[in-house]
């Protein structure tokens, strides 16, 4: 099937939603010592025309003091009330990973790969989740990236190095690819994603990030988060949804504030102007989108507000 960016994000949007068990998931990261209950695993699985899609919960990361620094552009006071204004605490943030499976009934796709356990000690809850929620990592085909921060990568491999998809083709946009690996990039995040990619050497194919890549799913160029930022449509019948990567991080920050530059925007300029442009189209048409920083199971569709967007929660069903 083929269908350009703008198709994708015209096209009537149907989406038959469905969480099996969506209470936030923190349950599978290592049990602390007075910790409260594990919850639920954490997958949301619903329909998408003839395709499955799921969302994969891999945990959080706890940032305390989030007024100090998070923002580049904002006051202390200015990121308080808006963390006061969505009742959420203003001496720590968690940022919610989640990631996305999609399977076609032909093959079963990732876009991103989360944490893998390797980062914050309160995520890497991606294997329980995906064990939950039926998806075997050694039957995954393909892996299709936004971008190559830590937190999208780091599941490629064991904490040995050794690949956890044993059978994946990894799809990569050029541009992010071209970065990584070159002496633009800081020494550190650049041997970061070497170790990450380097059991998959002669199983990675460069994809522009406008590329069709068939399956209904076509590139849509994102940059400014990271220099091939790309997010990605996906389209089976009449029915669309687009996995957003880090075009926002948390909506509280810069999508009910789009102006606001967070510290891991690369080209903070480039990435306001991309949210803005994505999301007045998304707004207008309707689109449902998958926000990897939204809180789970961070399925919607947003919404003017004033100068910025709202999400707007799709309901889920009793059946998928």
């Known amino acids: 099937m083929s269908m350009s960016r703008r198709s994708m994000l015209t096209a009537p949007t149907v989406l038959a939603g469905s969480a099996l068990l969506a209470g936030p998931a923190l349950a599978q990261g290592a049990p602390q010592a007075g910790a409260a209950?594990?919850?639920?695993?954490?997958?949301?699985?619903?329909?998408?025309?003839?395709?499955?899609?799921?969302?994969?919960?891999?945990?959080?990361?706890?940032?305390?003091?989030?007024?100090?620094?998070?923002?580049?552009?904002?006051?202390?006071?200015?990121?308080?009330?808006?963390?006061?204004?969505?009742?959420?605490?203003?001496?720590?943030?968690?940022?919610?990973?989640?990631?996305?499976?999609?399977?076609?009934?032909?093959?079963?796709?990732?876009?991103?790969?989360?944490?893998?356990?390797?980062?914050?000690?309160?995520?890497?809850?991606?294997w329980a989740n995906m064990q939950a929620a039926g998806i075997d990592p050694a039957q995954v085909d393909r892996i299709i990236f936004t971008h190559f921060h830590g937190d999208h990568v780091s599941g490629l491999v064991s904490r040995d190095g050794q690949a956890r998809f044993p059978k994946a083709e990894l799809l990569v946009p050029e541009g992010e690819w071209a970065f990584w690996r070159s002496e633009r990039a800081a020494e550190a995040p650049r041997n970061m994603v070497a170790n990450r990619f380097a059991p998959y050497e002669n199983r990675v194919r460069q994809i522009k990030s406008d590329a069709d890549?068939?399956?209904?799913?076509?590139?849509?160029?994102?940059?400014?988060?990271?220099?091939?930022?790309?997010?990605?449509?996906?389209?089976?019948?009449?029915?669309?949804?687009?996995?957003?990567?880090?075009?926002?991080?948390?909506?509280?920050?810069?999508?009910?504030?789009?102006?606001?530059?967070?510290?891991?925007?690369?080209?903070?300029?480039?990435?306001?102007?991309?949210?803005?442009?994505?999301?007045?189209?998304?707004?207008?048409d309707g689109t449902p989108i998958i926000g990897y920083h939204w809180g789970f199971p961070a399925v919607g569709r947003v919404r003017k507000q004033g100068d910025g967007y709202a999400v707007v929660p799709i309901n889920w069903s009793m059946g998928v």
């Open 213 to 284: 890549l068939g399956a209904g799913i076509v590139g849509i160029p994102t940059h400014g988060h990271s220099p091939g930022h790309t997010s990605y449509g996906i389209q089976s019948g009449n029915a669309t949804v687009m996995v957003l990567g880090d075009v926002t991080n948390h909506p509280v920050f810069n999508l009910a504030n789009p102006g606001w530059h967070i510290i891991f925007d690369m080209d903070a300029q480039a990435a306001e102007a991309t949210r803005r442009r994505l999301f007045d189209r998304a707004a207008t």
């Open 37 to 126: 209950p594990p919850q639920a695993p954490g997958f949301y699985r619903f329909k998408l025309g003839d395709y499955t899609v799921t969302v994969i919960n891999d945990g959080i990361a706890r940032r305390d003091n989030p007024a100090q620094g998070f923002v580049r552009n904002a006051t202390p006071e200015q990121v308080q009330a808006a963390l006061r204004a969505e009742f959420l605490p203003t001496t720590h943030f968690d940022n919610t990973y989640n990631f996305t499976v999609l399977q076609t009934g032909r093959e079963t796709i990732l876009f991103d790969t989360g944490t893998g356990g390797l980062l914050a000690p309160t995520a890497g809850a991606m």
